[in-house]
C-alpha cells in the first residue's frame, strides 16, 4: 500500500469536497497543514477517515512540503500526490495506480485537462523516489513539480497512463472554481519556476538523477 500526501491550507471547509467524494477503505493518507495557518484549528475539530494521519509542517509550498514527508516517511511501498481541490471520480482508482506504479514506474490519471501530455497528481514507486532523493526538485514550490517527473518519465520510460481513471480539478486555470488567497500565494511561490525548472533540466540535475535510478535498477536486478 502506498503513501498518498494531501496538502491543504486556509481550505478546512472546501476540503471536505474531496474528503467526502470517495470510500477511502484503508488508503493511507497524510493530510499535510501549514503549522502556522490561521485555519489550522479548523482543521484539526473535524472527524477525518480512519486511515487518514494529520502532520504539521513548518514549510511552505508543496514541494518542500512533500519532501519533508518523504524524510519522515521514507520507506513506503510507492508514494501519491493528491490536493484540495481535485476530486476523484473513480471508486478505488488510487489502489489502481498503487498497482500501475509499483516500484519503479510514474502513475497518473486523466484530469481532463492536459490528459497523457502531463502526469498531475502522479503516484510514483517507492523505489524509484528513493533513488531519485526526493519527491520534488530543490526550489520547485508548487509549480511544475508533475512537470519534473514527467521529464524523468520521458527518459526512463516509466510513465503509465490510466485514461479511465478520471478526476475533476477545481481551479480557476480552467474556470471551475473562484479564485482565493490560497490560489494567489501559490501563484507567489511558483515565480520563476520555468527558470528553476529549466536549471534543474540543464544545469546536471536531472541527468544525474537518472543515473542514480538506473543504478539503483541494476543492484535491485
Not at 474528503?19 to 477511502?24: A, Q
Not at 494521519?53 to 514527508?69: D, R
Not at 471551475?176 to 536549471?199: K, N, V
Request: hydrophobic share 40%.
Amino acid at each position: 500500500m502506498g503513501l498518498w500526501i494531501l496538502t491543504s491550507m486556509g481550505r478546512p471547509d472546501r476540503i471536505r469536497g474531496v474528503v467526502d467524494s470517495y470510500d477511502w477503505g484503508a488508503e493511507k493518507v497524510i493530510l499535510a497543514l501549514y503549522e502556522k495557518d490561521k485555519r489550522l484549528p479548523e482543521y484539526l475539530a473535524q472527524t477525518w477517515p480512519q486511515s487518514w494521519k494529520i502532520e504539521t509542517v513548518p514549510m511552505l509550498g508543496n514541494g518542500p512540503t512533500y519532501n519533508e514527508i518523504l524524510q519522515r516517511y521514507p520507506h513506503e511501498r510507492c508514494y501519491g500526490f493528491l490536493a484540495d481541490d481535485a476530486i476523484l471520480n473513480v471508486q478505488g482508482m488510487l489502489r489502481l495506480l498503487e498497482h500501475a506504479a509499483g516500484d519503479w514506474n510514474i502513475a497518473y490519471a486523466n484530469d481532463q485537462h492536459w490528459g497523457e501530455k502531463l502526469p498531475t497528481m502522479p503516484c510514483l514507486g517507492g523505489d524509484l523516489v528513493r533513488a531519485v532523493g526526493y519527491l520534488a526538485p530543490q526550489y520547485l514550490m508548487h509549480w511544475a513539480i508533475d512537470t519534473a517527473w514527467g521529464e524523468l518519465g520521458k527518459k526512463l520510460g516509466n510513465l503509465v497512463y490510466r485514461e479511465d481513471l478520471t478526476y475533476t480539478h477545481l481551479n480557476p486555470v480552467w474556470g471551475t472554481a473562484p479564485d482565493d488567497q490560497t490560489y494567489l500565494a501559490g501563484r507567489a511561490r511558483s515565480f520563476g519556476w520555468q527558470d528553476i525548472l529549466r536549471a534543474w533540466m540543464l544545469g546536471g540535475e536531472m541527468m544525474r538523477a537518472i543515473e542514480r535510478v538506473k543504478q539503483a535498477q541494476r543492484r535491485a536486478a
